[in-house]
């Protein structure tokens, strides 16, 4: 597969060129941006998937939401619908897409909106909801919308700087495009990366001038509708685990430290399972012979599958900050709202 990612290397130095003059042209102004009052947080990355733009959304949501009447929009990624559409309690993971209705489910006292257009989806929700501030889901490079603060997200073990540019990397644009970020974060880091450490990656990111701090993906409780499992209660199960992400093995290793017994069925990335996929599944865990035993997945694919599985839990995952940079951050986003 690598050596087939190699030979493509042409196109990538086509795709580059691309890429590189269509940000040229925002830049000079040929091509039009459109800003607001309200401020615009603009969470995205430069490659293609896994960074942990929906933990660090929820991050955002829960520092913002008890101060600021806080807007979220997304594009609504393999949703059926078209055009702009402003979250209820009608709507499915169909509908609107698997994350943005995780936020409307998850967080009932903020406004949640999908639109691929991003300038007229914002449009909509300042004339309709007059939001305090914007949360811009994975729009890093939607260059038509202005956003007025950047957070610009790359993996711990594959920095955007050891990547190269589609198809024979992962990029979606040149690594350049880090300059337009207002912060960078280093995600999915071990907690118990050390300050040498933490200095060496930001030796790698020292040329784009740009503050640095560094997260880790934290898991919670395990969930259902009707109740709850601790981490340490669920080694007594026999576990089978659906995943429809982009990167699965962040989970993989935390139930591997935790000698939890599972089976893992692995699924592309926002994943709409089939009615006979369900019945392959139902099979699979009937076949499971423990009296213990549940059907564990990732909060995202829960919004997908809790109508359709029995004995369906899933586990909660939150992004925090290592050491003391919370506070740092924190204040930086407060103060840029303000």
Not at 24 to 40: A, C, E, H, R, Y
Not at 62 to 83: C, D, I, P
Not at 105 to 113: E, L, T, Y
Request: aromatic share 12%.
């Amino acid at each position: 597969m690598k050596f087939l990612r190699f030979l493509l290397f042409p196109f990538a130095i086509i795709y580059d060129a691309i890429t590189t003059i269509r940000n040229l042209f925002f830049d000079v102004g040929f091509f039009k941006q459109t800003s607001f009052k309200t401020p615009i947080i603009v969470v995205g990355n430069l490659s293609v998937g896994g960074t942990g733009k929906t933990p660090q959304i929820e991050y955002l949501i829960r520092l913002l939401k008890g101060a600021f009447k806080v807007s979220v929009l997304s594009r609504g990624y393999k949703r059926k619908t078209n055009g702009y559409v402003l979250l209820n309690d009608n709507h499915t993971a169909l509908d609107v897409g698997d994350e943005p209705l995780q936020y409307y489910k998850k967080f009932k006292d903020i406004d949640v909106a999908v639109d691929a257009n991003r300038v007229e989806g914002a449009q909509n929700l300042v004339q309709q909801k007059s939001p305090e501030v914007i949360l811009l889901d994975d729009a890093y490079q939607h260059r038509k919308i202005k956003g007025s603060f950047y957070i610009l997200l790359t993996k711990f073990n594959d920095l955007f700087t050891d990547d190269f540019l589609l198809p024979t990397g992962n990029l979606r644009e040149s690594r350049s495009g880090a300059k337009r970020a207002d912060v960078i974060i280093v995600t999915k880091c071990p907690k118990n990366l050390n300050f040498s450490e933490q200095e060496s990656i930001k030796k790698k990111l020292n040329k784009y001038h740009k503050e640095v701090f560094f997260t880790t993906i934290s898991y919670g409780e395990i969930k259902s509708k009707q109740s709850l499992i601790s981490v340490d209660d669920l080694k007594e199960y026999q576990v089978l685990l659906i995943t429809g992400i982009a990167n699965p093995n962040p989970l993989l290793h935390y139930l591997d430290d935790n000698k939890i017994n599972y089976i893992h069925l692995k699924y592309a990335d926002h994943h709409h399972f089939s009615s006979e996929e369900i019945r392959e599944i139902n099979i699979k865990f009937d076949a499971l012979t423990s009296n213990k035993k549940i059907i564990l997945t990732t909060e995202k694919d829960y919004i997908r599958l809790s109508e359709e599985l029995k004995n369906l839990y899933y586990i909660e995952i939150e992004t925090r900050f290592l050491g003391n940079q919370k506070e740092g951050f924190n204040q930086k986003i407060i103060d840029h709202i303000q």
